[in-house]
């Protein structure tokens, strides 16, 4: 029984951690977002969207 609830508390802390950096992701993305608007490059927000290269790049230049 111990050795069940000690997966389960795992398993708990493992979904926390997983749900805690895709809302980083979604944190970073947006400022990255805010970023190419207000520098007047709207259209690399859609580019990085679908190219992972790229918005590593972006991120990269921007420091986030």
Excluded at 23 to 36: C, D, I, M, V, Y
Aim: no cysteine; glycine share 8%; charged share 40%.
């Amino acid at each position: 029984m111990k050795k069940n609830r000690n997966l389960g508390v795992r398993y708990m802390q493992m979904e926390e951690l997983l749900k805690k950096r895709e809302q980083e992701g979604e944190r970073r993305f947006g400022e990255l977002a805010l970023k190419l608007f207000e520098t007047g490059r709207e259209k690399e927000i859609i580019e990085a969207a679908s190219n992972p290269k790229l918005r590593q790049a972006l991120y990269r230049e921007f420091g986030l």
